[in-house]
């Protein structure tokens, strides 16, 4: 049973570009959320998704950032127009749909995205 | 307003000893949930143990125990004969609004990096 995948693990930018981050939740998980760490810092809430639904996005910058989890396919974190400041480790976490569990995230290895 | 707390920055423990990391949580919400994560220097997020509000003994998972003090908003955890692969960043995080469903968002703490000495 594979964990949650994220991917590329490693994204190099130069600034103006986007940068589009992937992730796949485990299998059975229909809820995903993205956090972001910055160097030295715990992870910051931003969004979290259900397949075709933004349920929550209240941790998102207003602008240059978005976010989805279509029908098929993995979910996609996308930050246009790049900044140095937008360079963070970037995690995605699912968790089941079953109430009653310990409502844990799994949490992907993480995207690593450097803006030069 | 939720939040949480990790006062120690870095410890330092011997090999073999016992360690507890400190964490204060705080919350309005009757029902939460309270989890200790660790992250290597490889950087991937390990969940290690969880606590909910109305549980009502300690949490343990192996050489992780959580000292859940509700009173006193604590949720220390207590590593048990510490071995040189726990040194990591750990940290404790809170899940709010928990209702039935299991879409709720962490907050996190801080972090404390923990260094194992042989």
């Known amino acids: 049973n594979a964990g949650v995948m994220q991917n590329p693990r490693h994204l190099v930018r130069r600034r103006g570009q986007e940068a589009r981050l992937r992730c796949s939740p485990m299998?059975?998980?229909?809820?995903v959320y993205w956090y972001r760490q910055l160097p030295e810092e715990g992870l910051k809430f931003m969004v979290y998704?259900?397949?075709?639904?933004?349920?929550?996005e209240s941790g998102m910058p207003k602008e240059r950032f978005s976010a989805e989890f279509p029908k098929e396919g993995p979910s996609i974190l996308r930050i246009q127009q790049v900044v140095r400041g937008d360079s963070a480790a970037y995690f995605c976490?699912?968790?089941?749909?079953?109430?009653?569990?310990?409502?844990?995230?799994?949490f992907g290895p993480g995207t690593r995205l450097t803006v030069l | 307003a939720q939040k949480i707390t990790q006062t120690q920055p870095g410890m330092f423990v011997q090999e073999k000893e016992a360690v507890t990391l400190d964490c204060t949580y705080d919350?309005?919400?009757?029902?939460?949930?309270l989890f200790w994560y660790k992250q290597p220097s490889s950087g991937e997020m390990i969940f290690l143990i969880y606590?909910?509000?109305?549980?009502?003994q300690n949490a343990t998972e192996g050489r992780y125990s959580l000292n859940f003090q509700k009173a006193r908003k604590s949720a220390n955890l207590v590593i048990s004969a510490s071995q040189l692969g726990d040194s990591a960043m750990y940290f404790c995080?809170?899940?709010?609004?928990?209702?039935?469903?299991?879409?709720?968002?962490?907050?996190f703490g801080s972090g404390t990096r923990l260094s194992i000495r042989p």
């Open positions: 998704l259900q397949k075709e639904n933004i349920i929550d």
């Open positions: 995080a809170m899940r709010v609004n928990p209702g039935y469903s299991s879409a709720s968002k962490i907050i």
């Open positions: 299998k059975g998980h229909s809820h």
């Open positions: 606590q909910g509000s109305y549980d009502q």
């Open positions: 919350t309005s919400d009757p029902s939460y949930g």
């Open positions: 976490a699912s968790s089941p749909r079953t109430s009653g569990s310990t409502d844990t995230q799994y």
